[in-house]
């Protein structure tokens, strides 16, 4: 069902499947040899969520066989490298004296739980209020702790989410360490330029930001990830296209749009990031918002006037 307006989503529908689908393949590339990530509350989130199609792709458990199936360790793969980046990027921000820290959209993100923050670090966490409140509860189930202060916002990110956030205690005078990570693509055009519009216009001096994009959201809509959602379907699972909950349309391009806004942008790419990590790079077309993306890291040189 194509997106409108104002339309809302749990964990196993929507948008919403999407961030299962994620923690899904965190789980997995957790589990394989020598993994470039470490996340022990992927597998408990998603087995809690219950879709059964994501909790066969945690354990390794879906079937590669079949030629409309994908390969699990391509996808857990171009997560790894996606979580490191974002991973890598935080801590460096820590590194450097940020002790605040904004996850946009943070699904089942489980960062405020499981990286080794500074003391004094507080961490804010927005996302659909269903979202927020299920991951708060399911982690408290499990006696997991935040180890920074954590400062979860359930809002829609398109509504007043600044002033929530500034409710919450955020110190717009202090750098901070923003994320949008598998974020950009569900938003409009316009509504991409407004979230790094309220970015900038929240943001100190020395702030930074890191997100992921494409070249162009019209490769997420392709013969193959058809092909791979009617296999899930075929499994189970009421999902979506992907075409359905994405947005198409030309949109500005994220490193010039944060350059002309103050920022200084450094921009790699995920085949990049495989051959540093010495992780094979495998194309599926079904995955290409992993395989083919491209990442921005900027920080902002002055305070917008």
Do not use: C
């Amino acid at each position: 069902m194509p997106r409108t307006e104002n339309d809302t989503w749990d964990l196993a529908s929507s948008v919403g499947a999407t961030a299962t689908g994620v923690a899904a393949s965190r789980a997995l590339a957790s589990r394989v040899p020598e993994p470039l990530i470490s996340d022990p509350f992927a597998q408990p989130l998603v087995d809690a969520v219950g879709v059964d199609y994501y909790m066969r792709l945690a354990e390794g458990r879906l079937d590669a066989d079949d030629a409309d199936a994908l390969d699990p360790h391509v996808i857990a793969d171009g997560m790894a490298i996606r979580t490191r980046y974002f991973d890598d990027f935080l801590l460096a921000a820590v590194d450097a004296g940020i002790r605040q820290a904004v996850i946009l959209a943070s699904g089942l993100d489980a960062r405020a739980y499981r990286l080794s923050w500074p003391a004094g670090m507080t961490v804010f966490e927005l996302d659909q209020p269903a979202a927020v409140e299920f991951k708060t509860r399911t982690l408290a189930d499990l006696g997991a702790t935040p180890t920074a202060d954590l400062r979860t916002i359930g809002i829609d990110l398109r509504h007043d989410w600044p002033a929530a956030l500034r409710a919450q205690g955020f110190d717009p005078h202090a750098p901070t360490a923003w994320i949008a990570e598998g974020l950009l693509g569900y938003l409009p055009p316009d509504a991409q330029d407004r979230l790094f519009d309220n970015i900038t216009t929240l943001s100190a001096a020395g702030s930074r930001i890191a997100t992921d994009w494409i070249d162009e959201q019209s490769q997420l809509d392709n013969d193959r990830v058809r092909a791979l959602a009617d296999h899930q379907r075929e499994q189970g699972m009421e999902l979506d296209d992907l075409s359905d909950l994405i947005f198409t349309g030309e949109r500005n391009a994220v490193a010039q749009y944060l350059t002309d806004s103050g920022w200084l942008p450094e921009t790699t790419t995920a085949e990049r990031m495989f051959a540093i990590h010495g992780v094979e790079f495998r194309r599926d077309d079904a995955v290409a918002g992993l395989v083919d993306a491209n990442y921005t890291a900027a920080t902002l040189t002055a305070a917008p006037a």
